[in-house]
């Protein structure tokens, strides 16, 4: 089973930006669709992007569509996220995670997803 590891979070003034990272610790495969998630205390994981390893098509939760991008590097079986113009309420606990689920309209939600990482925390001050 893959286990991923996030990284790259921290603290960051609102309109900054952070990179994340994501890495598996095995390959993966041309199935598998790469998401981020956040969480914030009392709040349900919340979708954020993800993209299809193969075809590279990716997805967007409307909060951060125009702000945040996501790419991957097949030759080191890692997953980026990059948020610029963040804000306060991009605040939360950041996770990657795995899935072999379809959705034509990117509309992934936590169940399709397996593997997660232990999280990375961003704060995003005002």
């Known amino acids: 089973q893959v286990q991923l590891v996030e990284s790259g979070g921290g603290l960051v003034q609102a309109g900054g930006s952070l990179r994340l990272s994501c890495a598996a610790s095995t390959y993966i495969f041309n199935n598998y669709v790469m998401g981020w998630f956040r969480q914030t205390p009392g709040k349900e994981r919340e979708f954020v992007a993800a993209?299809?390893?193969?075809?590279?098509?990716?997805y967007f939760a409307d909060s951060v569509k125009g702000r945040f991008t996501i790419s991957r590097d097949n030759a080191k079986n890692t997953v980026y996220l990059q948020g610029n113009s963040l804000k306060p309420e991009d605040t939360a606990v950041y996770y990657c995670?795995?899935?072999?689920?379809?959705?034509?309209?990117?509309?992934?939600?936590?169940?399709?997803?397996?593997?997660w990482g232990p999280g990375t925390q961003v704060t995003v001050s005002s």
């Open positions: 995670a795995v899935s072999t689920v379809r959705r034509a309209n990117g509309d992934y939600v936590a169940p399709d997803f397996r593997s």
């Open positions: 993209i299809r390893w193969s075809s590279g098509n990716t």
